[in-house]
């Protein structure tokens, strides 16, 4: 089988993802998907803003009518930094016989080479880069042994922090997310304002 792997922060998932997961599965032609929500994402130091059974929650909420689409807690579970070589072993003990693929934005890849032990990473999954119309990846990375495949990705201009920032403000979230995700977060009060 063709398992591809999409990670994050998820907080708190949108469309924008859903849409790169899809892309993902249609372009690459896998048979199945697996989102990985972090619990904190190593080049992204800032901390995230609901608990992880929340962003679990939500994720679960937005994917659970689509049969393409898994979510896996077991970075939550093991809690800490979540590198991406970690992960990566543990879905190869799951999965010794499939092939593996780690889907990320084309606005990573130029990083690639900074990420965790990339060198035995590489061994251990492909990966996709999502290419957003009107952006092109100017740079790739040089890693011996990189098996790297190109996917069209859609340009939605949607970001968690800007969902965040909406919900503390009480503004619509609406066509931003699926409506279960929505209806999880209002009614668990995530992202309200502070006074």
Same mark, same amino acid.
């Given at each position: 089988?063709?398992?591809?792997?999409?990670?994050?922060?998820?907080?708190?998932? %949108?469309?924008?993802?859903?849409?790169?997961?899809?892309?993902?599965?249609?372009?690459?032609?896998?048979?199945?998907?697996? $989102?990985?929500?972090?619990?904190?994402?190593?080049?992204?130091?800032?901390?995230?803003?609901?608990?992880?059974?929340?962003?679990?929650?939500?994720?679960?909420?937005?994917?659970? %009518?689509?049969?393409?689409?898994?979510?896996?807690?077991?970075?939550?579970?093991?809690?800490?930094?979540?590198?991406?070589?970690?992960?990566?072993?543990?879905?190869?003990?799951?999965?010794?016989?499939?092939?593996?693929?780690?889907?990320?934005?084309?606005?990573?890849?130029?990083?690639?080479?900074?990420?965790?032990?990339?060198?035995?990473?590489?061994?251990?999954?492909?990966?996709?880069?999502?290419?957003?119309?009107?952006?092109?990846?100017?740079?790739?990375?040089?890693?011996?042994?990189?098996?790297?495949?190109?996917?069209?990705?859609?340009?939605?201009?949607?970001?968690?922090?800007?969902?965040?920032?909406?919900?503390?403000?009480?503004?619509?979230?609406?066509? $931003?997310?699926?409506?279960?995700?929505?209806?999880?977060?209002?009614?668990?009060?995530?992202?309200?304002?502070?006074?």
């Amino acid at each position: 089988m063709k398992i591809g792997f999409l990670g994050g922060s998820f907080d708190p998932v %949108h469309f924008g993802h859903l849409l790169a997961a899809q892309d993902a599965i249609e372009q690459q032609h896998l048979d199945r998907l697996i $989102f990985v929500p972090a619990a904190q994402a190593p080049l992204k130091p800032q901390e995230v803003r609901a608990p992880a059974a929340d962003r679990l929650a939500m994720l679960r909420a937005a994917v659970d %009518h689509d049969p393409r689409f898994e979510v896996s807690s077991w970075e939550l579970e093991r809690g800490g930094i979540s590198y991406t070589i970690d992960s990566a072993q543990y879905f190869r003990a799951q999965f010794p016989d499939d092939e593996l693929y780690w889907i990320i934005g084309g606005d990573q890849l130029p990083n690639l080479h900074r990420w965790h032990r990339i060198t035995e990473l590489v061994q251990l999954v492909e990966f996709i880069f999502l290419e957003r119309p009107g952006y092109p990846v100017k740079a790739h990375p040089v890693i011996p042994g990189l098996r790297l495949h190109r996917c069209d990705g859609h340009l939605l201009a949607v970001s968690s922090s800007e969902l965040r920032e909406r919900a503390a403000q009480g503004l619509s979230l609406d066509y $931003f997310m699926p409506h279960k995700a929505i209806v999880y977060l209002r009614e668990n009060g995530l992202y309200r304002a502070t006074s």
